[in-house]
């Protein structure tokens, strides 16, 4: 359609999150690239939630732990960690139960006994390759020490969430602004430029299908368009 790129042009001066590509193709592209990158951070910000809650039923279990309540047997299997903290809790407790092998010493353990609580794709590489709590500071570690950790693995986890809960909101910000000027011509540019065509007797539902003619060529001059969107 020959009013398109005038179209683009507006969408790209009505656009203030980001620079837009000249092509109305492209900026749809766009616009379907951040929605991904939304889902993406949604992702992100719900594994990491699930994760900090992780981290401080953890933390439960080690306070318990300190004042040296002995509870009731758990009805889950104890891993082969020096404190197996899912054998001393609730059978609910944790949502995940998830068990792997440390490449160092080749003990079964849960991944929350090691403080591994994210199971989020692309840091599960990450943790794949990690030993377990017992290898990296000692089985003999007292309970303040597995504390202190667990607090710094919580921290860390905490802003984590914190960061990704604003790159989501930006994320959102931009999906929504985009939609707001590609689909629903809502931007101040756009609704000027639409304006001006219906003064000329342009109907806005007419020029989507048959805007071909010279007249309109005419009347779309570029220094007419320029003026428009100054
Ligand atoms: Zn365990
Ligand atoms: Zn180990």
Known sequence: CVIDPLIAHSIQLDTKCQVLPRELKEQKKILKKSKRETERYEERVEALEEAVLM??????????????GRGRPSRVDSCESSLCLAGKAKKNTFSSLNVFVCPNCSKNVHRVCSFQF????????????????????????????????????????????????????????MVTELEDNLQKSSGPTRKKFEEVLRSF??????????????????????????????
Do not use: H, Y
């Not at 109907?203 to 989507?208: A, F, G, S």
């Open 201 to 230: 007797g342009v109907d806005q539902r007419v020029w989507l299908q048959e805007f071909t003619g010279n007249n309109i060529r005419k009347i779309l001059r570029p220094q007419n368009i320029d003026a428009i969107l100054a």
């Open 118 to 173: 994210t199971v989020e794709e692309d840091l599960q590489l990450s943790n794949a390759m990690k030993i377990c709590l017992d290898c990296s500071v000692g089985s003999t570690m007292s309970l303040d020490t597995r504390d202190t950790l667990l607090k710094q693995v919580a921290s860390r986890l905490k802003r984590d969430l914190e960061d990704d809960g604003i790159l989501l909101a930006e994320a959102n910000e």
């Open 55 to 68: 981290a401080e039923r953890a933390g439960d279990v080690i306070e318990k732990c300190k004042s040296g």
